[in-house]
């Protein structure tokens, strides 16, 4: 692709929206997990790979530590202490192929709350795409099973997870940077106008636009440890990813306008294109977004 058709896409709305459904999925997920951030990350991609809403009598796909350990960018004895954890919790069960998730696991209030804000959040995300004129693929006329959506809210969070392990190199963060994102952008992300202005990596949003964010804000809606949060908030400020300003942290706009994040920004774009098209396949009602929520459209995440 050009550099003159990357500069076009709508990379810059793609991120804000998804730092808007990352923060709300985290903000449900990370309570079920005692704020353990890695060890919600790992269940989730032992349940989407064990095959989240394949329907009853499906035999589960088991996952080896070692690839939960690269697909994470975590180190192996991590990742093993990690899924002792969650097997020795209930939750997974270990076979002679890898890890699985237990049955039963959506017994858990915790997580099915935790899938149903992934479900509805997908629909919000849609819903917001077509708000913006972002055309969506043809869907399939058959019966809409909401396994799809949550199927397609697991697969956007861990193939942004994954193209970003380049840029961000541990999830934790990437999701300090994505909330950070999702409250400075908060005047602009649905501003019928600026979101539209600001859609590209071409237009730079100025400062003035933006609301820095305290790390106490952050770790509070990401319900982490302050100590945690602060520590890991260091990191990501030392390189460079995030600057303090008067009042808090903003995400750095010349890091992200630097050739190698717009090229991951611009590779999450289509794979989120392709995710949309999965979900097209699977009846997944884009003439229709608001009808397939659960409970509804979930609220924005309060930086206050």
Known sequence: MTEAAISGLPIRLISRLLAEMQTSILSAGIPAFDGDLDRFGIFALIVRQSGLGAGEGATPA???????????????????????????????MRTSAGVIAAPGYLERPAIARTLQVTHDSFVRIVEDLIAFDQPMPMQRRIAYDPSVSVRAGADMMLAVADGNMVLHHQWMNLALFSTVLCAAMRDVTYDPILARLY???????????????RPSVVARTLHLPYSTAQRRIAQIVAGGTVTKARGGLLPAQAWMNAP???????SSFHNIRRILGVAAAAGFPFDNPASAYLVGRPPRAQFD
């Open 199 to 213: 859609a590209t990596a071409t237009n730079v949003v100025p400062d003035f636009l933006c609301r820095p964010v």
């Open 62 to 92: 088991a996952i080896s530590i070692n690839s939960l350990a690269t697909s994470l960018s975590r180190p192996f004895e991590t990742m093993r202490r990690h899924v002792n954890a969650l097997i020795a919790d209930g939750l997974c």
């Open 260 to 266: 190698d994040v717009v090229a991951v920004s611009t």
